[in-house]
């Protein structure tokens, strides 16, 4: 009984592998492995926003119980808070620049009620000394600048994804495999030095 030579397996086995290995190192997951980074990026900007939303409640019923007749800018921060939480967030947002825009347009408009409520609260000696105002003056300013971190890396993101479909050989694979994965849309600034994090002084 006569068996085949092994080389001629061994060698095509080889080859097989080269070429996996070949075709592994010219990029061919590149284009889907930077959209999931995409994805988790915007997961974290999701994360920080809500944490700020959450914030927002325990910190205008402590403004309140100093200053209830500041009634006009505690409802403004309350419509501004409802406002950028009603607008529906996840995945699909990325590829909506419009929903994208007016989530960031709602985001914007609840900072600058945040900050008319900070300018507030400075005429009222009794709660900038409150331990419970105190807590939330430092949670908020954390919640800022993780969300200024996590937008910043958002960016980065989809910038390194935007490239990868535009430039060689990333575009090759983007025609051949990838073309449903359209570019990403970003931020944009909406307010000057909106690349530094939010101000919050109590």
Same mark, same amino acid.
């Given at each position: 009984?006569?068996?085949?030579?092994? !080389?001629?397996?061994?060698?095509?086995?080889?080859?097989?592998?080269?070429?996996?290995? +070949?075709?592994?190192?010219?990029?061919?997951?590149?284009?889907?492995? @930077? #959209?999931?980074?995409?994805?988790?990026?915007?997961?974290?900007?999701?994360?920080? !926003?809500?944490?700020?939303?959450?914030?927002?409640?325990?910190?205008?019923?402590t403004v309140?119980?100093?200053?209830?007749?500041?009634?006009?800018?505690?409802?403004?921060?309350?419509?501004?808070?409802?406002? &950028?939480?009603?607008?529906?967030?996840? #995945?699909?947002?990325?590829?909506?620049?419009?929903?994208?825009?007016?989530?960031?347009?709602?985001?914007?408009?609840?900072? %600058?009620? +945040?900050?008319?409520?900070?300018?507030? %609260?400075?005429? !009222?000696?009794?709660?900038?000394?409150?331990?419970?105002?105190?807590?939330?003056?430092?949670?908020?300013?954390?919640?800022?600048?993780? $969300?200024?971190? &996590?937008?910043?890396?958002? $960016?980065?993101?989809v910038e390194? @994804?935007?490239? /990868?479909?535009?430039?060689?050989?990333?575009? =090759?694979?983007?025609? =051949?495999? @990838?073309?449903?994965? /359209?570019?990403?849309?970003?931020?944009? &600034?909406?307010?000057?030095?909106?690349?530094?994090?939010?101000?919050?002084?109590?």
């Amino acid at each position: 009984m006569h068996t085949l030579p092994t !080389y001629p397996r061994l060698r095509t086995l080889t080859a097989l592998l080269m070429l996996a290995f +070949l075709i592994t190192g010219c990029g061919i997951n590149n284009i889907p492995t @930077y #959209d999931e980074k995409v994805k988790a990026a915007w997961s974290q900007v999701e994360n920080q !926003y809500q944490r700020r939303a959450d914030l927002i409640p325990n910190l205008v019923e402590t403004v309140k119980g100093f200053a209830s007749q500041e009634k006009e800018t505690l409802t403004a921060v309350i419509e501004a808070r409802s406002k &950028a939480t009603s607008i529906q967030v996840d #995945d699909s947002i990325l590829n909506n620049p419009e929903k994208l825009k007016q989530f960031q347009q709602a985001q914007g408009e609840l900072s %600058s009620a +945040l900050s008319r409520l900070m300018v507030v %609260s400075e005429r !009222y000696p009794d709660l900038k000394s409150n331990q419970n105002f105190l807590a939330l003056q430092s949670q908020l300013e954390g919640t800022e600048n993780r $969300i200024a971190v &996590a937008r910043r890396d958002f $960016i980065k993101a989809v910038e390194v @994804y935007n490239t /990868e479909i535009r430039t060689f050989p990333g575009k =090759i694979w983007h025609s =051949i495999l @990838y073309g449903e994965m /359209e570019p990403r849309e970003n931020f944009e &600034a909406t307010t000057e030095n909106a690349e530094q994090a939010p101000k919050v002084e109590f």
